[in-house]
């Protein structure tokens, strides 16, 4: 299958700071990526949907000032949480896929955030 | 939104057969998916089955597709240790654009030696 590489894979910030988490398809265009969080034992929430070159879509309750999301170009899409709070600790998925009903969605290694 | 939902534990010795259970509520639902996760990792695409299929096999992972009842299964034959993860049940809806996919809350496989 296709490779989506995310870095870094842990990351230990203190709060009040900034992290940027990076989503890479390495061998072919995501024109569609999307950000989940997981929580210990349970499923994956998706926070937002971006499509290249523009704006992300938000799910409820997910503020998009605190979690910024660019979309630049077909391989790259970044996740920014800012000023990170202990609440914010979590585990942070990305997810890519190209055009096409029958395109499937390949899923990055993840990123431990912990926030001290 | 659309409901997934799976049964969060299941126990099984090497050897054995296992057999994953889900059930979904959008009945325009595209494709179903079962995904892989290990410890600390992100999810791996086992398999995927289109709605319009009943079964789909690959080498040891068989998955079945209940339309009617909204009712899809894995099985895993000769189930090892190394097959010990949480598995996701997705679904992709009709009306999904972008792909978005809903997931269940996973079930954990515990395999024992």
């Known amino acids: 299958g296709a490779v989506v590489s995310q870095h870094p894979s842990r990351v230990i910030c203190k709060s009040g700071t900034s992290v940027k988490i990076e989503c890479r398809s390495l061998?072919?265009?995501?024109?569609?990526m999307f950000w989940y969080r997981q929580f210990p034992k349970q499923s994956l929430m998706l926070m937002a949907t971006?499509?290249?070159?523009?704006?992300?879509?938000?799910e409820q309750g997910v503020e998009k000032d605190k979690f910024l999301i660019n979309h630049a170009s077909l391989t790259l899409s970044t996740l920014t949480v800012t000023s990170a709070h202990p609440e914010d600790s979590s585990f942070y998925i990305c997810?890519?896929?190209?055009?096409?009903?029958?395109?499937?969605?390949?899923f990055g290694q993840g990123t431990r955030l912990t926030v001290v | 939104g659309e409901d997934v939902e799976q049964s969060l534990f299941l126990s099984v010795r090497e050897g054995d057969s296992s057999v994953i259970n889900c059930t979904y509520t959008?009945?325009?639902?595209?494709?179903l998916y079962w995904y892989k996760q290990e410890p600390g990792a992100g999810l791996q695409l086992l398999t995927y089955?289109?709605?319009?299929?009943d079964m789909k096999q690959d080498q040891r992972l068989t998955v079945l597709l209940n339309k009617k009842d909204k009712h899809l299964s894995l099985r895993i034959a000769d189930t090892q240790t190394g097959d010990s993860a949480i598995y996701f049940c997705?679904?992709?809806?009709?009306?999904?654009?972008?792909?978005?996919?809903?997931f269940g809350r996973g079930t954990q496989l515990t395999v024992w030696p």
């Open positions: 997810s890519a896929r190209n055009t096409g009903e029958r395109a499937e969605a390949f």
């Open positions: 061998d072919f265009q995501a024109t569609t």
């Open positions: 971006s499509n290249e070159g523009s704006k992300a879509t938000y």
């Open positions: 959008d009945s325009s639902s595209t494709y």
């Open positions: 089955i289109f709605s319009n299929m």
């Open positions: 997705a679904e992709r809806a009709r009306g999904s654009t972008l792909g978005r996919l809903y």
